[in-house]
């Protein structure tokens, strides 16, 4: 049986804010793993020009499990208009594919 890993990307304001959604998310097997990373983002919102210190998540999935994901990470997400978009992985190590699908799947009772 197939399944097709993705990466969803999200960011968020606050390290801290970041720690919790990712500890949240890989404990409600929503990804295998999640990693996170300290950027400047710089963009416009609401006609103004801001420059902000944001976290990203790289959230390893399965594509499967984006719905779920995107509704999880809606009721969580501190931002109006939070980012969340996946990417899809064509290829990669079949043993990390392997693992990330485990790490992914969904409970039982689902």
Same mark, same amino acid.
Request: proline share 5%; hydrophobic share 45%; net charge negative.
């Given at each position: 049986?197939?399944?097709?890993? &993705?990466? %969803?990307?999200?960011?968020? @304001?606050? #390290?801290?804010?970041? #720690?919790? !959604?990712?500890?949240?998310?890989?404990?409600?097997?929503?990804?295998? &793993? %999640?990693?996170?990373?300290?950027?400047? $983002?710089?963009?416009?919102?609401? @006609?103004?020009?801001?420059?902000?210190?944001?976290? %990203?998540?790289?959230?390893?999935?399965?594509?499967?499990?984006?719905?779920?994901? #995107?509704?999880?990470?809606?009721?969580?997400?501190?931002?109006?208009?939070? #980012?969340?978009?996946?990417?899809?992985?064509? $290829? @990669?190590? $079949?043993?990390?594919?392997?693992? !990330?699908?485990? @790490? $992914?799947?969904?409970?039982?009772?689902?």
């Amino acid at each position: 049986m197939e399944q097709t890993a &993705c990466i %969803v990307m999200t960011s968020i @304001g606050t #390290e801290d804010e970041a #720690e919790e !959604l990712a500890a949240a998310i890989v404990e409600a097997q929503l990804a295998a &793993c %999640v990693q996170i990373q300290r950027v400047r $983002s710089l963009y416009v919102w609401q @006609g103004e020009l801001h420059r902000e210190p944001e976290w %990203v998540l790289h959230i390893k999935t399965l594509a499967a499990r984006y719905a779920a994901l #995107e509704a999880f990470i809606r009721e969580r997400h501190s931002y109006q208009t939070p #980012e969340i978009v996946q990417v899809p992985i064509t $290829s @990669g190590s $079949s043993d990390y594919l392997h693992w !990330l699908a485990a @790490g $992914s799947a969904p409970p039982a009772q689902e």
